[in-house]
């Protein structure tokens, strides 16, 4: 299949000053789009980042900001109502696992009623196509690897899982009763420049630096399928005008369940190449030059062993397949961590740490 995206084309991408919200804004305005961007700046980590970020964005002629959550249906309905929106790239959302243990309530607020909103928003002024962020989370318990959007996702083990599963499954609802072109995305442990200090590779490279300790969950057993930032987003781009479509023939026994009747589709976007903790480490050490100073730990509540992308979808659909290797990422992220924080004067902050 392809598709192209008309230069014309008006373009909304929540969580614009997020991680993945702000790579796929700079692509898309660098490209020459029009782009809005809404983000609520919450503070689950350091708002500097999310500010400096924002700034680079606010550069373009054609990026717009407003400073907005997803619970404020009224001035969600406003937005859309105003602007007429030809794409919708929703990717706001509460993130991690292990906050979800501690703070059940931010996951319903902004996953669940945010999302609903964004899907009212869309059915009372019709876009071309809503593309939302799942997560590789859904998979939960699945023991069948690599993971396939053909799989059931019925046993998530976290609550942030459940709302993005819950999300898919709302999305579905929205594509067949108002007929919403759809499609979800599974991402599996994005990682890179300007990255959420939470992930562990990020806490990671700030404990090793200062010579700390860092919690290796698991013993290190652990396998994620770590998928580089630019890889995400090329994906991301590629699909904006691949809207689904409906197939009155579609078969659940015989056809993927990851389409549809509705103009409906889930992917996968992940490197489809699983790296062990232990190694992970090990070439992060190698790229900073240092060795760290390993604390190793149990497994954790809501953690999961295993994370690894069936990607044929996105092959067969859009030609396309993450290709960056764990040490030209972490390179990549390494050069940029040390741009950014010589000064000492950027504190980030990783909560539950």
């Known amino acids: 299949m392809s598709a192209k995206l008309n230069e014309n084309s008006k373009i909304l991408i929540t969580g614009s000053a997020g991680f993945i919200g702000f790579h796929l804004s700079s692509l898309l305005l660098n490209k020459g ?22 700034q680079i964005l606010k550069q373009h002629d ?11 249906k009224e001035a969600i309905d406003n937005l859309f109502k105003e602007y007429k ?56 318990g699945n023991k069948v690897a690599p993971f396939s959007t053909n799989h059931n996702v019925d046993h998530p083990v976290s609550l942030y899982a459940a709302t993005k599963k819950s999300n898919e499954l709302m999305a579905h609802t929205y594509s067949h009763l108002y007929k919403i072109p759809t499609t979800g995305l599974r991402f599996f442990t994005v990682y890179g420049p300007w990255g959420r200090p939470d ?3 990020f806490s990671f490279t700030k404990a090793i630096l200062e010579g700390k300790p860092i919690n290796v969950f698991n013993h290190g057993k652990m396998e994620r399928d770590f998928t580089y930032i630019d890889d995400i987003v090329e994906g991301i781009y590629k699909l904006i005008p691949l809207a689904p479509k409906s197939n009155p023939s579609w078969d ?27 190694k992970f480490i090990s070439v992060l050490e190698d790229k900073l030059g240092r060795k760290a100073v ?48 010589k000064a000492g004067e950027n ?3 990783v909560p539950g740490d």
């Open 33 to 54: 789009y029009e782009v809005l961007g809404i983000d609520n700046m919450n503070d689950y980590y350091n708002t500097r980042l999310k500010e400096d970020r924002l």
């Open 62 to 72: 054609n990026f717009t900001f407003y400073k907005l959550d997803l619970k404020d």
């Open 85 to 140: 929106f030809d794409y919708v790239i929703n990717l706001a959302a509460q993130a991690g696992v292990r906050y979800s243990i501690t703070n059940p309530y931010a996951y319903v607020d902004s996953n669940i009623i945010g999302f609903m909103n964004i899907l009212e928003a869309c059915r009372n002024n019709p876009v071309k196509h809503l593309l939302y962020a799942s997560s590789s989370s859904v998979y939960g």
């Open 199 to 201: 992930m562990a590779y």
């Open 252 to 278: 659940e026994i015989k056809d993927n369940i990851s389409s549809s009747f509705a103009p409906y589709k889930i992917y996968n976007i992940g490197n489809n190449q699983p790296v062990q903790l232990e």
């Open 294 to 341: 390993k604390n190793y730990m149990e497994m954790q509540p809501g953690d999961v062993l295993r994370t690894y992308a069936d990607v044929s979808d996105l092959e067969k659909d859009i030609d396309f397949k993450p290709r960056t290797s764990i040490e030209e990422g972490l390179e990549k992220f390494v050069h940029w961590y040390k741009e950014y924080y």
């Open 347 to 349: 504190e980030e902050f």
